[in-house]
């Protein structure tokens, strides 16, 4: 069993940057894909990023590509989503998940955390 648990939401003016972590429990750093996805409010799940089990295979929606950063330390289990550039149309739960072998579909993912809350203001 895995459990994940997401913080460093927040509200942030537009241009600006947050940092999400996800804390594992268990083998899920090393052994699954970790990936973050974001819901919107009105809106389907969609793909943001992933971290491949490797620890450096990285993969990016078109939409936050160099603005975003996935990374992950395996010594804390702890998998990061830095956040740069912010626009208002990022706002949304963000979600960290961890499948194998993982992908941008949600249904990739056996596990997830509760969410976190990003807001940016224009």
């Known amino acids: 069993q895995v459990h994940l648990v997401e913080s460093g939401g927040g509200l942030v003016q537009a241009g600006g940057s947050l940092r999400l972590s996800c804390a594992a429990s268990?083998?899920?750093?090393?052994?699954?894909?970790m990936g973050w996805f974001r819901q919107a409010p009105g809106k389907e799940r969609e793909f943001v990023a992933l971290l491949r089990r490797n620890g450096y295979d990285t993969d990016y929606a078109d939409s936050v590509k160099r603005r975003f950063t996935c990374s992950g330390d395996n010594a804390k289990n702890t998998v990061y989503l830095q956040m740069d550039s912010l626009k208002p149309e990022d706002t949304a739960v963000y979600y960290c998940?961890?499948?194998?072998?993982?992908?941008?579909?949600?249904?990739?993912?056996?596990?997830w955390g509760q969410g976190t809350q990003v807001s940016v203001s224009s």
């Open positions: 998940a961890a499948g194998f072998p993982g992908g941008s579909d949600p249904n990739d993912y056996d596990y």
């Open positions: 268990g083998r899920a750093f090393g052994t699954y894909t």
